[in-house]
């Protein structure tokens, strides 16, 4: 699969991907925002776009579809659910589908919590070719998505211990946005000791670009505080904030404690 991670500039940081078949260039464009620039990088790269995917129906996520799909005839794709909220929608996907393009295969996962009708595309890899996975605005790069523009951070967690928790330490990260230098600075809020999270902090700051840093699960597992539920600084921290005994603290309410504390962080 060839893959284009684009960032928009915009004060959200949004990325958009284009994904293409390496024998026939067909590409899927997600979520792409900026269409002008969407429509020049695919034109420069000699891809041609026949679907256009949302991960979720937020407006910052659909606001290019219509001139993308004006430019290029392309179908449109998105969550089942979400059709009513995003317009003119071609196909409508659940947990289990195949998105094909050209040779390319995609598996749909249904992966509610940011909002309740939200689609991550996942790749499974190839012969020498990482899996990957285009996750929106469910996982980000050392942090999550909110789950108060329409979602719920309960369900957000049962997605995580589901889907997200169990993937491969190989399967590379590619978010919906560009949050990492300040997740990274609320992992270490609220684990001052990791230090993985500090050696990234520092490579940024020595001029490693964020904006095409890529992580994978594995990376995400010790730089994500989401993915960190059993640190024991993680635990005291939620048990302090929450006022509650540490002992009759679970995952899920270190988790919902966690998305708490970043709301207002
Ligand atoms: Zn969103």
Same mark, same amino acid.
């Given at each position: ?30 979520? +792409?925002?900026?269409?002008?620039? *969407? ?41 089942? @659910? ?29 992966? +509610? ?20 996975? !285009?996750?929106? @605005?469910?996982? !980000? ?5 909110? *789950? @108060? ?14 889907? !997200? ?20 600075? !609320?992992?270490?809020?609220?684990? +001052? ?57 679970? @995952? ?14």
């Amino acid at each position: 699969m060839l893959i284009r991670q684009i960032p928009i500039r915009n004060s959200l940081s949004n990325y958009m991907y284009l994904l293409a078949c390496e024998e026939t260039l067909e590409a899927i464009a997600i979520d +792409p925002l900026d269409h002008a620039l *969407c429509l020049q990088v695919a034109k420069e790269l000699g891809w041609s776009i026949k679907i256009v995917a949302n991960t979720h129906h937020h407006h910052d996520h659909i606001g290019g579809n219509k001139s993308v799909i004006e430019a290029t005839g392309a179908q449109l794709v998105s969550h089942l @659910d979400a059709m009513q909220s995003i317009p003119n929608v071609d196909r409508g996907l659940q947990a289990g589908d195949t998105l094909r393009c050209g040779k390319l295969r995609l598996e749909v996962m249904d992966t +509610p919590g940011h909002t309740l009708s939200h689609i991550c595309l996942y790749f499974s890899g190839a012969e020498s070719e990482q899996p990957a996975i !285009f996750c929106g @605005d469910t996982l !980000f790069n050392s942090g999550i998505g909110r *789950c @108060d523009l329409g979602g719920a951070p309960e369900i957000m967690y049962q997605t995580f211990v589901e889907q !997200f928790y169990p993937l491969a330490d190989d399967v590379r990260v590619f978010p919906g946005h560009n949050y990492i230098e300040n997740n990274l600075q !609320f992992t270490l809020d609220r684990e +001052p000791d990791n230090q993985s999270a500090q050696s990234l902090c520092v490579q940024f700051k020595e001029g490693l670009s964020a904006e095409s840093y890529v992580s994978t699960i594995g990376m995400e597992r010790e730089i994500n505080v989401f993915f960190r539920l059993d640190q024991a600084q993680v635990r005291a921290g939620i048990a302090l904030s929450l006022n509650s005994d540490i002992r009759k603290l679970d @995952d899920r309410s270190t988790f919902v404690g966690l998305r708490g504390l970043r709301d207002n962080w």
